[in-house]
């Protein structure tokens, strides 16, 4: 009797043999990181890719030709394109329900015959091609045209999310691209800041130096020198941050050379007072998103048809055909040759599957049903985002007016303060709040200006009206009356 041992390690061998000896890589234990072995450090071609994109960054870009940048370069669309392909290969496979399958088969065997009484025997090798058709004529469930209806709107869907990648995209550079002119004028503003803090500085100097300053006034204004030269360089490391993140809307490095046009116009328009109900009903109606939630619903629902239709009669055509050659291997009979064919109806009818069909029937309604309820909680929030994106513009453009104004002021307050100080009318602390105040007016028309900008891109991208033009976009929106005569 042989012991377990004699037959375990020869399977052993003979497994790892088949299997090529492999173990599974894996850490030697919970504090030593995992040394790769060369074979898995694969060769990138996707970064190389990107590397190599052949892009133009010599002069500054404006706004639309960085769109038409992101839209070349940036994965999401192609992305979103590839899966758009895949459904609408969906459809070509749902139709194929409506043609017959035709299999070619070629085979052969060798067979033996031994009769009694009189022993005789016979062996023959048969071999030979064959054709093979079964096609479903009728399925009273309706599940062909549900398959087709069910492929049809998965690929309004892929496609509908193609459009919103595309605004999604845009939405991205559009609040990159004013993130970064936005930052430019904080470098800007920042080095305003540290020229007037100098100024102060060297005034305060020269009040010492003609003994009718302070000490403590140097001290202060060299302090608030040194702070503006700290908020430089804090500028100076948005912008750096800035840029990178418009290269990462391009599609491109984060270290590309990018630069960018300022806006062609100052500020965005006020919107125009609108009907909002009007508004959100018509944004729900031309938003991507919502508009591919709805086909999903419809998917969904022509699906628990395409289940639902294996319980009912299916009438199928079914046909064969072959050529078939025997050779005799034994006794006196010469080779022969046949030709076989057949064609006939069948009718199917599942009676019973331990209730499969009922329960993924079930199933596939569960599934319509929940589509339905993301469907709406997808159009609540929708109708939230006009609501909210429609007011942060309208605040964003107050804001801009209020913090023109008060740029204006504190410059003229500053001045003022500079020239009574110089003039021993004013202290120090005077000259420094005023200074403070200018700079502040500064940051906050920059961003006042950044948001207004932002706020009129988010707008576009929540009505649907996002484009390569997305600026225009949002002024259609605007100019749009808000009659009864209004027609979306």
Known sequence: ????????????????????????PKPADTMTPWAPPPQARRPDKVWSGVRGQPVDLAKPLALAELADMAMRNNPATSKAWNDALAAAAMVDQAQGYFLPALTATLGGDRRGLSAEPDSYDMGYLRYGPGLQVHYLILNLGGGRQAAVEQAMQTVYAADFAFNRSIQDVLLAVETAYYGLVSAQAGVESAEANVKDAKTVMEAARQR??????????????QASYDQSLYNLAGAQGLLKTARGRLAQALGLP?????????PARDVPDAPAPRDMQRLIDDSLDRRPDIAALRATV????????????????SLYLTGDLSHDTYDIMAGNQFPDRDWSYGVGLSLQWLL????????????????????????RQAELAASADVWTRYHDYETAIEKVRFSAAYLKSASAAHDLALDSYKAGLKSILDLLDAESRLAQARSQSITAKQEAFTAMAGLAYATGLLEKSGSAQTQDLFSISAGKDYQP
């Open 208 to 221: 010492l130096a003609s003994d009718v300053g302070t000490e403590l006034d140097v001290l202060q204004s």
């Open 298 to 313: 419809a998917a969904r629902e022509a699906s628990v048809k395409v289940v639902g239709s294996s319980r009912w009669p």
């Open 254 to 262: 984060a270290d590309s050379a990018i630069q960018v046009a300022p």
């Open 1 to 24: 009797m042989k012991r377990c041992s004699d037959v375990f390690w020869p399977a052993a061998a003979l497994a790892g043999i088949l299997t090529g000896c492999l173990s599974a």
């Open 352 to 375: 019973f599957d331990g209730f499969q069909t009922l329960s993924a029937k079930h199933a596939a309604a569960a599934q319509a049903e929940s589509a339905k309820s993301q469907l």
